[in-house]
């Protein structure tokens, strides 16, 4: 009783189910604001630039009294002076004079232009002007940048360097911000143990949840703990409650055996959440399981380093923007390279390769990683996956083909 | 005088000059050495896995026992028992008997190989194996995934998720890394102010620092300094003095204007720093200074919010794997987008241009932002940039071109 679904079944229901969580909110300083998600609008009360600013070095004019202006037949104007880099520019332009005015500086009252320096000559106190401009030419109008009431910044957008930039530009110091997400992240399985100084014979140390835990934070996410649980069907049980008590979004990732895999279906069943997929045609990693309990995500990844570590990677981002209700998300960005080896799929299921990276005569070089199942070692090489789609056999040796880098 | 370089030129003399930078070094938890640079080469004293495993779920087998088996000329081995997960297999597997072992459990003494389930019927304490396996089939051996005294992780190389996995796997707490790089962050000019409350004519807010400061806090560096520097010869120069004396890399980013840049360059030669850059090819950001004092990395942005940013995408990275001698470095990568305006470039400089994202009729869409110089409200849209060769004259509206994310 699979409920199987494609990658791209999976991730409208990721959409659909978990675009309601209660998200926490908290004000805090602009200066700490990065990469957090924005939770409210925010409205300039200010005007960008709140002066007319000169966008060149140059002359501040009346654009009527240079409108005939040429090289040969110049129009000649009176410095009155000039205005001094943020200060405000006291004198006056009128038909007859000019003051000078750095890029950046306050377009005196009186001028609605600005002449480049390299269209004039000065001779003593009279500036030759050698070529007309159009009215506020080379001139940023008060508030044209940013008019008041404009939003700078909406709810449910990321804060990049921009923005923060773009936010400082109007004095903002405080935002209002969901809180990051938590997430509670388990191994599941009788031979897993952790910080153990020697171990015995049929133990093995955990990874996934260091491997887990580090892409989680590298997607800016907190972890609020981080388990082993042997198999236990109470302690599990009890670790997934405490869970979604403490934290957003649970994580797991169980053996790869049966057994195992119907012990976290077990447990789901038995707190009553609502599972939405119990498998996915992908490869590696289709014994994955994704629930809902209390409006909040179960995400049951596989046991096999390599397949959780796939798993995250193709759906991390979609949890993040469904559960945000971020929009307008860029596309997966890939280079290219060339295959050193064929790479064959036949399951029908949407395959993601390993690859290793090296640059060789002038190019980049994809070599797959072929692993038997649970190895650490070679899948630490990998530093990008080439996806070979569902229709596909795959691609042959020499090919150049689309590499998607981990982590992105 | 400029020292006008090309961006391929740039980015070869910030490898040539600051790869041998004195960089400091600590012991740390591995668990809070996400993407910290090693230190070290890292060796491993225990061999993964640590004893012969199985990777199916299955019977133990000496190969020799079933080496004819077909499904219909079956071999007939006793059941003496099963493997449990996490525990040494105590019992001995003989030509005639097998014992049942899970998925990653222990392959018992007397085995050489497991025969998959699926290929075996159970008839009481029977098991009929129809189908042979050659030796060390379905069997990780011991240490063939990580052998004693390999290099799991060499110095110079970014601690990744998996490189954390990997290192768990064997054991290892603490790793040596090097310090994150710190920056002091200058933004110069008479007109910038920061933190006032309300502005008077002729002055402006800081946003370069805050830029800067935000990019490069996403590359892992630390910001050890943040200031302003009104144009004073004097207090420039102590803040570019105080910025080596406790950080890695001075940034700083000043006003277009010439008399701004004559300043930089004049308190650079004033202190006897080696000027390696004084201009690039690029656009926006030719006023770009680059220098060398006491061996470590001068980086003077231009003034303009965009342009500054432009250069301090397309160079940090390099800064970064210059001093940290990072080599395997990635393409920067990029997706398709279908341009809506044409983009003409004419000066011969290699054209950054950034563009807006959206996604419309079944297709990411690039819209190019031309905005006045020195506005940031059109800036803070940019996701990304269209890269305009210096020997191309730019792109048609519609044409379908490579759009790189900002901050990749």
Do not use: W
Not at 216 to 223: A, D, E, R
Not at 283 to 306: E, S
């Amino acid at each position: 009783m699979f409920l199987v679904k494609s990658i791209d079944e999976t991730i409208r229901l990721l959409k659909d189910n978990f675009n309601n969580y209660d998200l926490q909110t908290k004000m805090i300083e602009l200066d700490n604001a990065l990469n957090y998600v924005c939770a409210e609008d925010v409205i300039s009360n200010e005007e960008v630039p709140h002066f007319n600013r000169s966008i060149v070095d140059g002359y501040a004019v009346d654009f009527n009294s240079v409108k005939l202006a040429t090289s040969s037949t110049p129009s000649i104007l009176r410095l009155k002076g000039q205005v001094l880099m943020g200060r405000n520019a006291t004198d006056l332009v009128t038909k007859s004079t000019t003051i000078y005015v750095p890029t950046g500086g306050h377009l005196p009252s009186g001028a609605n232009a600005a002449v480049m320096i390299e269209n004039t000559e000065l001779l003593g106190d009279e500036v030759i002007i050698n070529k007309s401009v159009s009215i506020n030419e080379n001139v940023l109008l008060k508030g044209s940048d940013i008019s008041k009431d404009s939003v700078i910044i909406a709810k449910n957008k990321v804060i990049t360097p921009l923005v923060i930039g773009a936010l400082k530009s109007i004095g903002i110091r405080k935002i209002k911000v969901f809180e990051k997400l938590t997430a509670l992240v388990i191994s599941t399985g009788d031979e897993i143990v952790k910080n153990k100084v020697s171990l015995s014979i049929g133990e093995i140390r955990d990874i996934n949840t260091y491997t887990v835990s580090n892409h989680l934070k590298n997607k800016n996410m907190t972890i609020s703990e981080s388990l082993i649980i042997n198999d236990d069907f109470e302690e599990y049980k009890n670790a997934v409650l405490r869970g979604f008590e403490t934290s957003d979004i649970v994580f797991t990732s169980g053996g790869s055996s049966v057994g195992d895999k119907d012990y976290t279906l077990a447990i789901l069943k038995d707190i009553g959440a609502e599972i939405l997929v119990h498998g996915i045609n992908i490869k590696p990693g289709k014994p994955t399981i994704i629930a809902k309990y209390n409006n909040k995500l179960f995400f049951g990844l596989p046991g096999q380093p390599t397949s959780a570590f796939i798993v995250l990677n193709v759906f991390a981002n979609e949890i993040i923007n469904a559960i945000y209700n971020i929009e307008d998300v860029l596309p997966i960005p890939y280079f290219e390279a060339r295959l050193d080896s064929n790479i064959h799929s036949s399951t029908g299921r949407r395959m993601y390769q390993l690859v290793k990276i090296s640059y060789f005569n002038n190019e980049y070089i994809a070599t797959p990683l072929f692993a038997k199942s649970g190895m650490i070692n070679s899948l630490k090489e990998a530093s990008g996956y080439i996806i070979v789609d569902e229709f596909s056999e795959g691609y042959l040796s020499d090919s150049i083909v689309k590499v998607y880098r981990l982590g992105d």
